[in-house]
């Protein structure tokens, strides 16, 4: 594998429970079938997590891998994926991020992590290229994901080091704490950070001296160019420069589409007051790229001068901890909106499913199904004292927060209430985005493999509004007007096959895909001319196609059904009161049948065995046909 070029070649298996580690050879296969990141790690978590596991226990594995693209100078910048078991769903885990760790992975030859097993004693660990180092973490424990940054690169005084840290959420077991990369980079989603808390490791830190090299470098080059020059020239680049995805807070007033005080409310009289317009001409001092090789560098550093929070910094806020701790649970003021998000990043949670187990909350409150006494303070819409209060009761598992903390799913399981307004898909919770104004998107947030997920598809291209561009992309109009709902089928896969392939060449949705700057072809161009393994385009998409599939394998695996691809009952039932979409629900049940013709599942949404088969999955379907699952 050392000969093909473009991959470190190398996993690295750690064993906690021996304080042990052992590089083993990437299987070329393996790299073919599954390029990278996210891919690699969907199929090791296949066949190595069998079902049942417990998430938090030593059986678990927790996989960290970059991808073929990582840390070269195309302009896409460079990321990776984190998965487990994860213990918030008890599915698939997985969650993305952006961040220099990745960059260094792959300067130390390495492209997939595997931790196994659990520690004795807290520690952290200390890769380089040719060795791990089990530290000792006792002074680390209960620092927030900051000071344990700071301890560390102290501690090993390399400027170049780079730290991914969990915070006191994690080392509580809060079931949606995340892993933090730099301080302000979250693998936030599903629970990651718990996971590797579970492991008794406080954080990672990571070296590399190497380099990485091409098949064909002068040809590589020119792709680079083709790829910088689209992003440079794409209309979107400037706005998304100045406010990153803060922007989208404006569309969602433009298109109805806001989680007002808990998806009640689609537009909201305030919203330019929180809006990212607003925390770029007033807050934001400088722009930076949160990885190696970006040409649209977005992440934006805030500082807030004068008045009572003055002093308060920070990196983002993007746009989902922005609505979540602003229009979700209703609060108007967009400072007191910042020290929230800042809080829930340092503490190492989700901003996602905090802001929704605490908007869940309210409504509760609101329809007078528990009162102030019960949840242990006084809770009313948009009381930010009270939701900091709140916030750090999750973190640290006390009062109420002790039952938020597992997430909204089980939390109103144990409450007994709020079941048909505790807002998730598979258990994971909804984002900041009302489907019943985004269509493609409800779609695609019921099939998504780690459950109510925007980013597995992100069909943006229905925002438009363009029935030509529908026409042309997908032989259906309806099928990019996002009220539409015929066509969503192939606008979901063919998203769901790029996006699979974007995140395991691990490069940055904000320009390959929200641009459409890495599509199929260009992406098939860039991995032959840096491995020497020439593939189409058709090839790429196959590729994509077939880590989708293996995903849907893993949750047919573990009980997954048509029954499990549903949104929460108001978007199914409740017309949007209100706003440019007023009137509207999801037609989900119509996508669905169109979703999983083009996907080649059965009507119940179970992979069928020539579809495995054409995928080179025949491995997978052997082992589902063992376990009596229906194939045909």
Request: glycine share 12%.
């Amino acid at each position: 594998m050392r000969g093909l070029k473009g991959y470190g070649g190398r996993i690295l298996r750690i064993d906690l429970s021996r304080m042990s580690y052992r590089f083993e050879e990437l299987p070329e296969g393996l790299a073919r079938g599954f390029i990278g990141g996210r891919g690699l790690n969907a199929y090791r978590l296949y066949w190595e997590v069998p079902p049942g596991v417990d998430p938090l226990g030593p059986e678990n594995k927790l996989m960290i891998a970059t991808g073929p693209l990582a840390g070269l100078p195309h302009g896409l910048g460079s990321r990776l994926n984190v998965t487990a078991r994860s213990p918030l769903t008890g599915l698939l885990g997985d969650s993305n991020a952006g961040t220099h760790f990745s960059d260094e992975m792959r300067y130390a030859g390495i492209d997939q992590i595997v931790l196994e097993g659990r520690s004795d004693r807290p520690v952290y660990l200390y890769i380089t290229d040719s060795w791990v180092e089990f530290r000792d973490a006792e002074g680390l424990v209960g620092m927030t994901v900051s000071q344990a940054h700071e301890a560390i690169r102290r501690e090993i005084g390399d400027p170049r080091v780079q730290v991914a840290a969990v915070g006191p959420a994690a080392e509580h077991l809060v079931k949606f704490a995340g892993l933090f990369f730099g301080v302000y980079r979250a693998a936030g989603r599903t629970g990651m950070g718990a996971v590797l808390a579970s492991k008794r490791v406080k954080a990672i830190a990571i070296r590399g001296d190497g380099y990485v090299e091409a098949a064909r470098p002068e040809e590589l080059i020119r792709v680079f160019e083709e790829i910088t020059l689209r992003i440079y020239s794409n209309p979107q680049y400037w706005p998304r420069r100045v406010m990153g995805t803060s922007r989208i807070l404006m569309s969602g007033q433009r298109l109805g589409f806001l989680p007002g005080r808990h998806f009640q409310e689609p537009t909201v009289d305030y919203a330019y007051f929180v809006s990212g317009e607003r925390l770029s001409q007033r807050y934001n001092v400088k722009v930076r790229a949160c990885s190696a090789g970006c040409a649209l560098p977005c992440a934006r550093f805030y500082v807030v001068k004068a008045g009572p929070l003055a002093g308060l910094f920070g990196e983002g806020p993007e746009y989902e901890p922005l609505a979540g701790f602003t229009v979700r649970i209703g609060n108007k003021d967009l400072e007191r909106g910042l020290k929230m998000a800042r809080l829930v990043s340092d503490l190492g949670m989700d901003a996602i499913t905090t802001s929704e187990v605490i908007s869940w909350l309210m409504e509760l409150r609101q329809r007078g199904e528990i009162n102030d006494e019960e949840i242990g303070l006084r809770l009313e819409w948009g009381d930010a004292e009270a939701v900091e209060a709140l916030i750090r009761m999750i973190a640290y598992r006390e009062g109420i927060g002790n039952i938020l903390a597992e997430g909204v799913k089980r939390a109103s399981e144990i409450i007994g209430k709020g079941k048909d307004i505790a807002f998730h898909v598979k258990g994971l919770e909804m984002i900041q985005a009302d489907p019943r104004a985004l269509k493609g998107y409800g779609l695609g947030f019921a099939v998504a493999s780690r459950g109510a997920d925007h980013l597995r598809s992100e069909p943006f291209v229905e925002v438009e509004d363009d029935p030509e561009l529908g026409k042309a992309m997908f032989g259906e109009p309806e099928a990019t007007l996002r009220l539409g709902v015929r066509g969503k089928g192939k606008l979901v896969a063919f998203f769901e096959d790029l996006n699979a392939i974007v995140d395991s060449m691990e490069v940055c949705k904000n320009t390959a895909e929200n641009m459409l700057v890495l599509d199929f072809e260009t992406a098939a161009r860039a991995y032959s001319a840096l491995t020497g393994i020439e593939v189409t385009a058709g090839q790429m998409r196959e590729a994509g196609e077939r880590i989708v599939n293996v995903e849907r394998a893993y949750l047919v695996r573990e009980g997954v059904r048509r029954k499990d691809d549903m949104l929460p009952p108001r978007f199914l039932r409740e017309p949007l009161p209100s706003g440019p979409a007023k009137g509207h629900v999801v037609e989900l049940d119509v996508m669905l049948d169109e979703y999983y013709a083009v996907r080649g599942w059965t009507a119940d949404g179970v992979p069928r065995l020539e579809t495995l088969l054409r995928l080179g999955l025949s491995d997978v379907a052997s082992d589902l046909e063992s376990r009596n699952l229906p194939l045909r």
